[in-house]
């Protein structure tokens, strides 16, 4: 990881900020907080291993390829409470009720790109880590020769 970037202060001290990041979370995990999101990918990053920016590459595109399809359906909308707890609910759910006609063909729009997008970012990884190893084989074919 070292290759992508660098923290040059010797005063900052990156496993105390990891778990008070980790303190962080798993007070919001007791209090309900994720209940509804997956946060399997946040527990399971693996950034220490990344090496180079080929394994930093490959790491984003697999977060992509899962991210790049958005939920453009409902969601539920809650209360915190209080008097008017309800009629606010009651309120925000007219209006997406309202506002969801019109923007479910620009989510729908944005879906399919980003859909587009990661199947060619994807492919052109592919392609570049194919033409690279016909490159290293050019090379050594190069090198026999000679």
Same mark, same amino acid.
């Not at 962080?24 to 007791?30: C, F, G, Q, R, S």
């Given at each position: /990881?070292?290759?992508?970037?660098?923290?040059?202060?010797?005063?900052?001290?990156?496993?105390?900020? /990891?778990?008070? *990041?980790?303190?962080?979370?798993?007070?919001?995990? $007791?209090?309900?907080?994720?209940?509804?999101?997956? @946060?399997?990918?946040?527990?399971?990053?693996?950034?220490? $291993?990344?090496?180079?920016?080929?394994?930093?590459?490959?790491?984003?595109?697999?977060?992509?390829?899962?991210?790049?399809?958005?939920?453009?359906?409902?969601?539920?909308?809650?209360?915190?409470?209080?008097?008017?707890?309800?009629?606010?609910?009651?309120?925000?759910?007219?209006?997406?009720?309202? @506002?969801?006609?019109?923007?479910?063909?620009?989510?729908?729009?944005?879906?399919?790109?980003?859909?587009? *997008?990661?199947?060619?970012?994807?492919?052109?990884?592919?392609?570049?880590?194919?033409? @690279?190893?016909?490159?290293?084989?050019?090379?050594?074919?190069?090198?026999?020769?000679?």
């Amino acid at each position: /990881m070292k290759d992508i970037f660098e923290i040059k202060d010797e005063q900052i001290d990156v496993r105390n900020i /990891m778990d008070k *990041i980790g303190q962080k979370i798993e007070e919001k995990k $007791k209090a309900g907080l994720y209940d509804k999101y997956d @946060l399997s990918r946040v527990s399971n990053l693996e950034i220490e $291993k990344i090496t180079d920016e080929k394994d930093f590459l490959k790491y984003y595109l697999k977060v992509i390829k899962k991210t790049c399809d958005i939920d453009i359906g409902s969601f539920e909308i809650h209360s915190k409470g209080g008097i008017l707890g309800k009629p606010v609910v009651w309120f925000k759910k007219i209006i997406w009720h309202c @506002l969801k006609f019109y923007t479910y063909r620009l989510f729908n729009q944005q879906k399919e790109f980003n859909a587009q *997008i990661t199947n060619a970012l994807i492919s052109l990884n592919e392609k570049l880590d194919k033409s @690279l190893e016909e490159i290293k084989k050019t090379r050594i074919n190069t090198d026999i020769k000679k």
